[in-house]
């Protein structure tokens, strides 16, 4: 059996992540390490997870390319459904975020909108598809 179970955010500050999408999307700390370089969110079945910059370049030897604010974000985002995505983008802003992409609806019916987090991930808020 194969499922897939969380994705991982390298972010600078890990408990100020996990403040940002815990205040702004309800959800709950389910995690986090004494050190407060890795933590988990309770969002369902697919966790959100944090973890310092230092602690992912301690396992990824390689390298990897980092979240800059002067840089366009990365092409993948994370989403956020709900029924209100007007309030829900006032609240990301409220929180710190930055609005990307402005409220527009889909010629198949969904309301979407685009936030990039304070860590400059980029954040689909939107409404069930029609």
Not at 7 to 35: A, G, Q
Request: glycine share 8%; aromatic share 12%.
């Amino acid at each position: 059996m194969i499922k897939f179970k969380y994705v991982i955010l390298y972010v600078e500050d890990v408990e100020k992540s996990m403040n940002f999408y815990k205040n702004t999307f309800d959800t709950e700390i389910r995690f986090i390490t004494p050190e407060k370089d890795y933590g988990e969110l309770s969002t369902g079945e697919t966790g959100l997870a944090f973890a310092s910059v230092q602690l992912a370049g301690s396992n990824i030897k390689k390298g990897f390319l980092t979240s800059k604010t002067s840089e366009k974000p990365f092409g993948i985002e994370l989403g956020f459904v709900t029924d209100d995505v007007e309030g829900l983008v006032k609240k990301a802003i409220d929180n710190g975020a930055v609005l990307y992409e402005d409220i527009a609806v889909k010629p198949w019916g969904q309301t979407t909108a685009y936030i990039k987090d304070p860590d400059h991930y980029l954040v689909e808020i939107c409404t069930e598809i029609q």
